[in-house]
Structure formats: C-alpha cells, structure tokens
C-alpha cells in the first residue's frame, strides 16, 4: 500500500487499488474505539441513462434510492441489520443525486463487520414479491416527502433552475416511476455501477490497512468485471425555465429556497478550487458574519433559520440560501444588490484574510469526525481529488476571485426563488 502522510494536518492515508479495479483508502486513528467504513458507489439518482457492454439502457427515476433499500435483503430471509447489530455494531445507507453509500460504526468485531457490509453491497438478490412490497413502502415515503415543505421547496427550486439536468426529478422518483422498477432493472443497474472499479471502500479507525485489503480480496474476489458508462445526454445554459415558483402548504409562515445557477466545475484539483472560492463567496455575501446577514436580520426579514451555501452536483452547480421570511422577494432584491456591491467595490483585505481562516479552521475542526472526514474523503475522490490537500487550496485563494465569482453567479437571471406560503395567507406577490 502507498502510505502518504499529511503534518499540517497530522493525519495518515494508506491507498491501494486491487486486482479488481476497487480503491482502498485507510486513514488509521490510533487509539480510537470507534471504527467505520463507507462503501460507495459512483452512481446516484441523476445516473438514469447509460451504456452496458454494448447496450444502452434508460432506467426509470428513483432507482438508485430503490437499490439502496433492496441491498439489505440477503438469501434466507437474513436480517442485515440484525446481524450487524448482533456484533454491537450500527449500520445505514443514503443515496444523494450522485452518489450511494453503505456504512457502519463499531467498536468491535470490525473484520466481521466488514465482511458483512462488503457481502450484502455486492450481493443482488431481487424478488417480484419483495420488489412489490418495497414499491408500497417508497411510495409511502415518496408521499412523506411530499408533504415536507422542507423537501418541496427545494425540489420546486430544482425544477425552476433547470430545463433538463436530472436533478429536476426527486431522488426518491415518483409514484408512477417506481411501478416501472422490476427485478431485471435492479439486476441491471447493480451489475452496471456496483463494480469493484465504480466504488470506493474507506476505512477510518484503529485498524491495520493490509488486514483491510485482505478482507475486500476475500469477499469481492479479483476478478474485474466490465462497468456501466454514464450518459450525460442534458444540455444546460445559464438560463433558468422560471423566475419564481409557488406553492401553498400547513406551514407557520412563508419559507423559501434560493438559487443562483453555477456552471458545472467538473473534476480535478482546479474544480476542487473553483468549489472553495465558491464557498467562501457564499460565506462572504450571506453568512452568519457578514455585513447582509446582520442587515437582514436586524431588519426581521430573516431569522435564525437562514441559511445557505455552495452545492456542487455531477453536471451541475448552484449557489443557494433558504429560511423562513414574511418577504422572500426582499431577501432576494438584497442579496442580489449586495452581490453586485461586493464584486464592484471588492473585500477589505483584513476581512478577507479572517474569513479564509476561519473556513479552513472549520475544515480542519470537521475532520475530528469519523462519519463527516469519511464521507468528504469519498466525495472528493469522486471528483479525482485528494480531500486531505484543502489547505494549500484554501491559502492560495485570492480575494479577486471571489469578487469574480460573485460578478459572474450573483444576477438576477441566473436566479430562481421557491416560495411555499402558508394556507391561510394571501400568496406573496399577489
């Protein structure tokens, strides 16, 4: 294994890619009881067109999230989670637009552990009944989700911002679309994107890194096996299909979601970068200790629950904030306003220079946690970067570029403003 080592933030990395393409990263916490692995797939909601060996294939909307949940299902009616907890251990999944990851926590039986989660990922086993079955309980939870104002006001935003991209649709799918998923599509969809060279098994914890790659030859095999290739067929410009999209649900008071269309960054370590200056331009026009975030608040048009930030996607990218307010529009007209105000008169150096700390001491902060360092790792390595080089990122970033990118993002025709307005009101705006 390659082991790279990282001073400034005191902090280990072991690396290996086996025999059957799969990459292995180990970042040991001597000392440490807890333990935890991610295993994730590079593929996620938005990952609906693609090629296998030959053949294209269109799978219908919310199929990652139904893979996710049908994983846990081994031959002989084994109970994943029992087993796991049976050796004191939690486990649990997510999947996101771009990605889907299966993980647990332990402070003992870890190679046990480990052999399970590698063992039920890498194991389809797809009934008609048990697919039916879990069709009424998606759909249960599709009905939740749209009952959720939190849930509604973003995805309407997603569907004001963008014509085409994928992400316009729920990750959860729709009622209709998951009557469309069968044992064959799972079956299809796992064989494409649950291979050893699609996924990424990271380990943090006190635990010895050759111990971990031995377990992953003797559950996964070495063997490679051909791997599905994503098709990106959505065209995107810098337009948005709506200004404003509003919905009236039981909510105490109006809440929106508020977004600024970004181009795509790609992969790579100067994507990595354009991502961190877009977040510190996030942090410099609304965060907590900027000069519109006190404004805003000390004239009661936001409250504690303001909020907001970068949010990077495969194939697209958007800069966004949301709370609750009784004039949304006005949040907006400021933002835009000082927006324009920061890029034509620039940051004060002094200001500048605290905001880039107090972010990269943030990061640093953040990597005490096993669950938040392994799922960044992951995500990073998603988009060919190695996340433990953010500080020599974060210390060349320069001033210039924020005010650029709040120039080119922060206008009034790249944004898209989601308003939900209680039930018992008059919409917002007539």
């Known amino acids: 294994m390659i082991c790279e080592h990282y001073p400034e933030l005191d902090e280990t990395l072991y690396r290996e890619t086996l025999e059957n393409g799969l990459p292995v990263l180990v970042i040991p916490r001597k000392g440490f009881t807890k333990k935890i692995a991610y295993f994730v797939t590079d593929y996620g909601s938005i990952h609906r067109e693609f090629?296998?060996?030959?053949?294209?294939?269109?799978?219908?909307?919310?199929?990652?999230?139904?893979?996710?949940?049908?994983?846990?299902?081994?031959?002989?009616?084994?109970?994943?989670?029992?087993?796991?907890?049976?050796?004191?251990?939690?486990?649990?999944?997510?999947?996101?637009?771009?990605?889907?990851?299966?993980?647990?926590?332990?402070?003992?039986?870890?190679?046990?552990?480990?052999?399970?989660l590698l063992e039920f990922v890498s194991t389809p086993y797809f009934t008609e009944e048990s697919v039916a079955k879990e069709q009424g309980i998606i759909d249960q939870e599709i009905g939740m989700n749209e009952d959720a104002p939190d849930s509604r006001v973003f995805e309407n935003l997603m569907q004001a911002l963008y014509h085409a991209h994928p992400i316009r649709v729920p990750i959860l799918g729709t009622s209709a679309t998951i009557r469309e998923i069968t044992p064959q599509v799972l079956e299809t969809c796992h064989r494409a994107f649950y291979t050893p060279e699609n996924m990424l098994l990271c380990v943090i914890g006190d635990v010895e890194p050759e111990q971990v790659t031995k377990i992953a030859r003797q559950v996964l095999g070495t063997d490679r096996r051909p791997a599905g290739v994503k098709q990106y067929s959505w065209q995107e410009d810098m337009t948005r299909p709506k200004e404003e999209v509003r919905l009236s649900m039981e909510v105490a008071m109006p809440m929106f979601s508020l977004g600024f269309k970004c181009e795509s960054l790609g992969k790579g370590a100067q994507a990595i970068r354009e991502e961190m200056v877009a977040d510190l331009a996030a942090e410099a026009l609304f965060g907590e200790s900027s000069e519109l975030y006190l404004k805003l608040y000390e004239e009661g048009l936001i409250d504690s629950s303001f909020g907001g930030g970068f949010e990077t996607i495969d194939g697209c990218a958007m800069l966004l904030c949301s709370g609750d307010s009784d004039d949304p529009h006005a949040v907006r007209d400021a933002i835009i306003a000082q927006g324009e105000k920061l890029a034509a008169q620039g940051l004060e150096e002094d200001a500048f220079l605290r905001m880039k700390r107090s972010a990269l001491g943030r990061r640093i902060r953040g990597l005490d946690s096993f669950d938040a360092t392994c799922f960044r790792v992951c995500a990073y390595h998603f988009s060919d970067f190695d996340y433990f080089r953010f500080p020599e990122i974060y210390r060349d970033?320069?001033?210039?570029?924020?005010?650029?990118?709040?120039?080119?993002?922060?206008?009034?025709?790249?944004?898209?403003?989601?308003?939900?307005?209680?039930?018992?009101?008059?919409?917002?705006?007539?």
Do not use: W
């Open 51 to 116: 090629t296998l060996e030959g053949q294209e294939y269109h799978a219908p909307a919310g199929v990652a999230h139904f893979l996710e949940h049908k994983l846990f299902d081994l031959p002989g009616e084994r109970d994943v989670s029992a087993e796991f907890a049976s050796m004191g251990a939690s486990t649990n999944a997510f999947t996101s637009y771009d990605m889907t990851a299966y993980y647990f926590s332990c402070t003992e039986h870890f190679d046990d552990c480990l052999k399970l």
């Open 397 to 430: 970033i320069q001033a210039k570029e924020i005010c650029d990118f709040l120039g080119r993002v922060v206008r009034a025709d790249r944004c898209s403003l989601s308003i939900i307005n209680p039930i018992s009101n008059n919409p917002i705006g007539g």
